[in-house]
């Protein structure tokens, strides 16, 4: 009998080993970049679209963003995903190379599309409109502020004004900073400049906050506070492309990528998060491709805007670099994927989607 538990305890403490071996992760931060284009992410600036028709200075953006070949244009677009996360994690939706992720709503647009990220399940019935209306549907970052040892220690940072209602902060009191909202309470000189800043800049995009000061809000609040969840969503890319600014399009796309390597980089100088925080980022929707005009929309009835791509860096995630084989994810294994990697079990009544097994060792 005393071997047996013995064998038992042995077993238990094995099993416990390999478990704490397979999990390093303990925090995760998601950053999404609303309507950015997995052609841009994989191929770098497209030459049809550097023309005067789209930008001020198509001398001036060629010479900055255009090479013959697409491996050194995406480098020169994205620099710290074509370096960091190539090297040491995972980029999913190279269609070119029959890597496919794709949205699994029929909309094709902004709030389905953060609804099917958040909650792990598209609702067509319901989440229809971009409108400002309390999402009926429980997410993951409100089930895993329910879980031991993470309640309070969930944030959100976002562009869009959108997000309190999408994430429901009045139904689970997740903090979601959104909008033209200034750092509130007990704030630091970095975030008293911002507070001033954020009316001292011209902003074209009227509500819409520029990424800027939504990263750097985020930035100062994660240095602080420590929350084991954040999330980062920015929107400039979407709203430039809309107006048909493709310069703008891809120098915010280029900052967001600066923005990701700066945090990765104070990520590895601190020891509550070196070696134990995952990134995970990715996109609302697609966009269109087919005339030279596509590229500026999106949404249901435009072909190809369900056509996404993520990309994965973290302690848990092995170095494949850029996913070159047929695989087809979806959007919908996100929500499960954040909360497997912090060691939960994310479910809902719509059932979300199968965590991407690739995405942890
Ligand atoms: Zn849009």
Known sequence: MKTLFITLLLCLSFLSLVFAQKLKTEN???????????????????????????????????????????????????????????????????????????????????????????????????????????????????????????????????????????INSKRNGILVN??????????????????????????????????????HYGFEYLKKKNPRVLYLSFDETDDFAHDGKYDLYLESAHYIDGFINKLWTWLQSNEKYKGKTTLIITTDHGRGNKSDEDWRHHGGKMPECDQI?????????????????????????IAKTLAALLGLDYTNEHKPGDIIKSAMK
């Open 28 to 166: 995760v931060i998601l950053i999404t970049l609303d309507g950015t284009r997995w052609q841009e992410i994989f191929t770098g600036a497209e030459q049809r679209l550097i023309n005067k028709k789209f930008v001020s200075d198509s001398a001036g953006l060629t010479k900055k963003f255009w090479n013959e070949s697409p491996e050194k244009r995406r480098k020169l677009l994205m620099p710290f995903f074509w370096s960091t996360i190539k090297q040491q994690g995972q980029l999913y939706g190279n269609r070119t190379l029959g890597n496919k992720v794709n949205v699994t709503n029929n909309q094709w647009f902004s709030y389905p599309g953060y609804n099917e990220i958040l909650t792990g399940s598209a609702d067509n019935e319901r989440i229809h409109s971009n409108d400002k209306f309390d999402n009926p549907n429980k997410n993951v970052l409100e089930f895993i502020n329910q879980q031991k040892g993470f309640s309070g220690k969930i944030a959100a940072f976002s562009s869009w004004d959108v997000f309190p209602y999408i």
């Open 309 to 333: 791509w993520m990309a994965l860096l973290g302690p848990d995630t092995q170095a494949l670099g850029e996913v070159k084989s047929e695989e087809q994810l979806y959007q919908n294994q």
């Open 178 to 215: 959104s909008g033209i909202v200034e750092a509130k309470g007990d704030i630091n000189a970095n975030e008293k400049l911002l507070n001033e800043l954020m009316y001292e800049v011209p902003n074209p995009l009227g509500d819409v906050r520029l990424d800027g000061f939504t990263f």
